[in-house]
Structure formats: C-alpha cells, structure tokens
C-alpha cells in the first residue's frame, strides 16, 4: 500500500503500541486504544493492522503490507520477536532505532542547509540580474553603439535565451527532472556513483554506511537473530556498493565458518580500525551485539565531526565563487559603461 510515515509519526505509532502492551494490555485493544487519537497515515495503518488481527494476521504480515513505512530490518524483527513472545521489548527497541536514526539523518541534513541556502541565492542573483539588468542595460548599449567585451556578449547572449526560450528551457528542466526521478527509481546505483565521485564526499558516506550497518546489526543481533540473517539483512541499508559488496562476501565468509573479523580485515582498507578491533573483542567475549553498538556510537560522532569540518571548508569555498561569479557579472556590466565615459572624456 502506498502509505508514508515520517520517522516522528513511525517513533509514536511504534513507541505507543510498545508502551501499552508493556502495560499487559493485549495487542488488538492496544491498537485500538490508539486509533482512537490518529489521524492521517497512522489511521490507515493501524486500521489495517486491526483488521488483519481480527483475522488472525501476525503483526509483521500486516505491517509488511506497508513497504514504504517499514523496512525489512524492523519487519524481520518484528516477526523474530512474535515468535519468541518478546514484541513490546522489540518495539521499544525499534522505536529507538529509528530515533537515533532520524537523528543522525537530521545532522547530515542540517549540514547541508547552510550550503544549499547560499546555492539558492546566488541562482536568485543570476537569474535576477539576467532577466531584469542585463536586458536594460543591453538596450542602453545598443542605442549607444558601444563596443562590447566578450564576457558582457555573453551575458546578453545568456540573457536573451533565457526571456526568449523561456518555453523551451522550463521544458528541458521538467523532462531532466522527470528523467532524474525515473532514474533514480529504477537504477539507485546510478546517482549513488557519481555522489560518490564528489571530493570529501565518498569517505564521509562510507562512514556513514558504516554507522548505520553496525547500528542496526546491533539492534538484529541483541534481538537474537542470527549473525547470517543479520547480515543479510542489515546490508540493506548501505548505500556504497563498495560497502554492499563487503558486507555480502563477510556474509559469505561466516557461512563458511569464518568469524565476522575475518571478512572484515580482508577489506581493512575500507573498515575503520576501531570497529575491527571492537569487532573481535566483541567475538572473543561473546558479545558482538554490545560492541556493535559502541561501533555505531563512536562512528556516529566521528560523521558529526567529519559532516562539521566538511561545511567549515566548504562555506568559504562556496562564499569565495559566488562572490568572483557575481563580481565578474558586474564587471561584464561596467566594464563597457566605463569604456563609454572614456570615449566621452576623449571628446
């Protein structure tokens, strides 16, 4: 079904469900209780989950119907912990999850307000000084018959395609759009690789690959799924193919009856030494889940501090090339007035 949920809206439902069944109450008048104060996507998902209970449905099947809310990690769990009697401790759990999830997703989101509002009012700045100065100063120079330079040719050029093609350019951005959106859609992988091809970009993304692997790894692991299944699973929410890759021939490896360390250090370029070394403590005390878990805490500070420096060089950068584009604008535009008062005073 085609219902989304933002990671609050997911965090309450989860988090309420968790709450009353923890209280005994049992789990189709948990659901109803709060139906009672939804509205909107909730509604249609616990109204679903209703029904599907009333006609003996296990939660993890009715909420599977819900892809777009629920990925395979927390359907797995949840099916894990149906099965072991344990889901309001798994609810909990996951209600964690995807808060320190939407967290994280809010860190590396607000880093890149800063960069995307100065992108925005530099593309104003063009655009206004194209469409609103350049065509009158154009007509002035025109009148005048004044001999341009070729950077202000081409901002009039510039300008008189964009009021002149105006329909022809709106309609090549909406079809680069669209075409982006269906892309995107059917070939993930495609946008991801040339993301990864951006300076400071691939390594920051690695990392943050890696904090969201070992977080939930730890989540599947202390909810006692198997280290396979885990894997499996936990690869989903990778976004490098590189570290997809990685993950699957670590997978393969502990099929095999190798330990998880093993396929880690085939790649020890690319996993961080910490979670190596954490990894085979973990394995040594029988405590991988709780080492998981210090993995993803410790990687998590390190994107926020990697995310900080990132914006404290790009800002400047950033700054500095829309301050000598929008100076040589106006340059263009100066240069052949000031060459005008010099014929002027000439005379």
């Known amino acids: 079904m085609s219902v989304t949920l933002t990671h609050n809206e997911k965090i309450s439902l989860i988090g309420n469900l968790a709450t009353l069944l923890a209280a005994g109450i049992p789990i189709l008048e948990s659901v109803n209780s709060i139906l009672e104060d939804t509205k909107g996507s909730q509604k249609k998902v616990l109204e679903q989950l209703k029904a599907d209970l009333m006609q003996g449905t296990q ?26 009697g344990t889901l309001e401790t798994t609810l909990k759990d996951l209600r964690i999850f995807i808060q320190r999830e939407a967290e994280f997703l809010d860190k ?10 100065i992108l925005i009012v530099f593309l104003g700045v063009v655009l206004m000084v194209l469409i609103v100065v350049v065509p009158k100063i154009s007509l002035v120079f025109s009148r005048l018959r004044v001999e341009l330079p070729l950077p202000t040719k081409i901002l009039i050029f510039l300008s008189d395609v ?7 350019l709106v309609g090549a951005l909406a079809i680069l759009i669209i075409g982006s959106w269906f892309i995107a859609r059917r070939n993930k992988s495609f946008f991801t690789s040339i993301i990864f091809g951006l300076p400071g970009i691939r390594g920051l993304i690695r990392q943050i690959d890696f904090t969201r692997f070992s977080r939930s790894m730890y989540l ?67 405590s991988l889940d709780k080492s998981m878990q210090e993995v993803s805490e410790h990687l998590d500070y390190e994107v926020e501090n990697s995310l900080k420096t990132l914006m404290t060089l790009l800002e400047p950068l950033l700054l500095v090339i829309v301050a000598v584009s929008v100076g040589m604008m106006m340059m263009a535009i100066i240069a052949p007035i000031y060459g005008l008062i010099g014929q002027v005073g000439g005379r």
């Not at 009715?62 to 099916?79: E, Y």
């Not at 699973?233 to 890759?245: E, F, I, N, P, S």
């Open 108 to 117: 590396v989101k607000l880093a890149l307000v800063y960069p995307a509002l």
């Open 162 to 168: 964009l009021l002149k093609q105006t329909v022809w």
């Open 59 to 84: 939660v993890a099947g009715s909420l599977a119907k819900f892809p777009g809310v629920f990925d395979k990690v927390s359907l797995n769990l949840i099916k894990a912990s149906e099965e072991a």
């Open 220 to 286: 599947l692991l202390s909810s006692g799924m198997p280290i396979v299944t885990s894997l499996g699973l936990a690869r989903d929410v990778v976004l490098g193919r590189a570290t997809a890759k990685m993950i699957d021939k670590s997978r393969e490896m502990v099929a095999g009856g190798k330990r998880l360390s093993d396929g880690l250090r085939v790649n020890r370029g690319m996993v961080p030494v910490i979670m190596l070394k954490l990894v085979e403590a973990g394995e040594r005390t029988g």
